[in-house]
């Protein structure tokens, strides 16, 4: 009698076979990108950024550039509406503040807010830091993904759902969602965290509802741990990273992708997950993934942390025999900056403190090592 279906290995079988043709038949060479003036990745051939649009709202500046077209490399520089990062940071650093917030409303509004209009914004935000009654039961703890970012992607897109008003476009509204999110965003990704924990780790499932005199920083610590518990200096750089996060010009992937999405008059929980999509590639956000992976795999495989032992390794990462075995270090250099970024510059003290206070002094001087050798061996 003849087989009326296939199994599922025949099939999978036959989609690889397809898959070769279907890879052969889309090749485009090199030369036609060349020959039409393709902006592969939004770069030029020298590697210049392309101007896809406008913004007021942040900057990069990685070169400087003469009268006669002439670059230099320079530190990189960072700007929110034209206040340099550090001085940025250094303001509510220097006062005890917690930044997150205030940046928020200066990314959004284009100046910091006095005392008086942060209190209301705060309080905005507090009062939004919930989810739909029963979203954790169906949406969250229903078949939880494997990887955050698809957990965050589907909430965000069944959030459209419980919005009374989700197609407006009207300034109002968008807003209004916008801020929505931004207060949202901690609950679905610890919440998540804690299912993926429970079913895929087998841990107890916790979920903590967040305070209302706790700012995202502290709330995101106090949802995350076991006990609520969490050291101020754990809170002060989780706030840091929030702030250093923010917002990094109208270029990026996510971010271009959100121009692009929302430029067709979709609502805005379409344009959000569509960006977290983007975000998701292991060519852009995903790649900080890469990088906690690459580092397990070095500390299971280096004999010792001597620097001959991790030049070895980075090496055998350039020359495919370690790790993924693409021949990339992951976490060095960066798409936008040249010699510095000044994130990771601002960033690395407090890494250092946190990481001393844990007693992980040691696993700190091995990051360090890499980010020092990396380059030699590059070279």
């Known amino acids: 009698m003849a087989e009326l279906y296939y199994t599922d290995a025949k099939i999978a079988k036959k989609i690889k076979q397809l898959s070769v043709v279907a890879e052969k038949s889309t090749i485009i060479a090199p030369s036609y990108y060349e020959k039409h003036d393709v902006k592969r990745g939004l770069r030029d051939v020298n590697g210049r950024g392309v ?34 990062i550090q ?67 589907r ?28 207060a949202q965003f901690p609950l679905i990704a610890i919440y998540g965290y804690q299912v993926y924990s429970h079913y895929h780790s ?8 967040p305070r209302k005199d706790l700012c995202t920083a502290e709330n995101i610590l106090h949802l995350l741990r076991t006990d609520n518990k969490f050291t101020e200096l754990e809170a002060r750089l989780l706030d840091l990273c929030l702030v250093l996060h923010a917002e990094h010009g109208g270029g990026n992937n996510s971010t271009f992708t959100t121009h692009v999405v929302s430029s067709s008059g979709t609502d805005t929980y379409s344009a959000i997950a569509a960006s977290l999509g983007s975000l998701k590639g292991p060519k852009h956000g995903g790649a900080n993934i890469k990088v906690v992976k690459m580092f397990e795999d070095m500390k299971r495989n280096l004999p010792s942390h001597s620097d001959e032992d991790v030049k070895d390794y980075l090496s055998k990462l350039l020359e495919k025999q370690a790790f993924d075995k693409t021949g990339l270090i992951y976490g060095m250099g960066h798409a936008v900056y040249s010699l510095s970024d000044p994130r990771a510059l601002i960033f690395k003290d407090y890494v250092k403190n946190l990481a001393l206070e844990k007693g992980l002094g040691s696993e700190y001087e091995l990051y360090e090592k890499v980010e020092r050798l990396a380059p030699e061996v590059i070279a």
């Open 87 to 153: 001085n940025l940071v250094n303001g509510f650093i220097k006062e005890n503040r917690y930044g997150f917030e205030e940046t928020t409303y200066l990314l959004l509004f284009g100046t910091l807010p006095g005392a008086d209009e942060m209190k209301e914004f705060c309080d905005i935000l507090s009062n939004f830091r919930s989810l739909p009654l029963n979203f954790v039961r169906d949406i969250i703890m229903k078949k939880p993904p494997v990887d955050m970012m698809n957990m965050l992607s």
């Open 155 to 182: 909430s965000v897109l069944t959030l459209y759902s419980y919005d009374d008003t989700p197609d407006s476009n009207a300034m109002d509204n968008v807003l209004r969602q916008g801020l929505q999110l931004i």
């Open 202 to 209: 087998d841990n107890s499932l916790i979920i903590h509802k």
């Open 51 to 84: 101007v896809a649009g406008l913004t007021e709202i942040c900057e990069i500046n990685s070169f400087s550039e003469d009268e006669e077209g002439n670059r230099t490399p320079i530190e990189g520089e960072l700007y929110y509406r034209g206040i340099p």
